[in-house]
Nanobody, 127 residues
Framework: QVQLVESGGGLVQAGGSLRLSCAASGRISITKAMGWFRQAPGKEREFVTAISWSGGSTAYADSVKERFTISRDTAKKMVYLQMSSLKPEDTAVYYC????????????????????WGQGTQVTVSS
């Protein structure tokens, strides 16, 4: 069994920054990619950003480009999400996900590509 634990969420004013972390533990296979998704109240979960485990490929939703940055630490099996210039519309529960199949040279946007998910961490941006 694999566990993913997100941390770093909280309440922040618009224009502020937060850094989310996600740690993987358990029966971890060879990681190929990790991603961040979010779900706002009353909305479906959506893609935010992803990174290939090789580190050579990243992908971002248009709504977060130039504001969010994904990174990973292969030794610690962690992924990070640095969020800057936060807006009230960024308010959501943020989930990290890990993919163990396929190539480690691509960043994946589709939720169905991922094998395990964390429980999520709440990010609230006040106006």
């Amino acid at each position: 069994q694999v566990q993913l634990v997100e941390s770093g969420g909280g309440l922040v004013q618009a224009g502020g920054s937060l850094r989310l972390s996600c740690a993987a533990s358990g029966r971890i296979s060879i990681t190929k990619a990790m991603g961040w998704f979010r779900q706002a109240p009353g909305k479906e979960r959506e893609f935010v950003t992803a990174i290939s485990w090789s580190g050579g490929s990243t992908a971002y939703a248009d709504s977060v480009k130039e504001r969010f940055t994904i990174s990973r630490d292969t030794a610690k099996k962690m992924v990070y999400l640095q969020m800057s210039s936060l807006k009230p519309e960024d308010t959501a529960v943020y989930y990290c996900a890990v993919k163990y199949s396929g190539t480690l040279y691509a960043a994946f946007r589709e939720q169905l590509e991922y094998d395990y998910w964390g429980q999520g961490t709440q990010v609230t941006v006040s106006s």
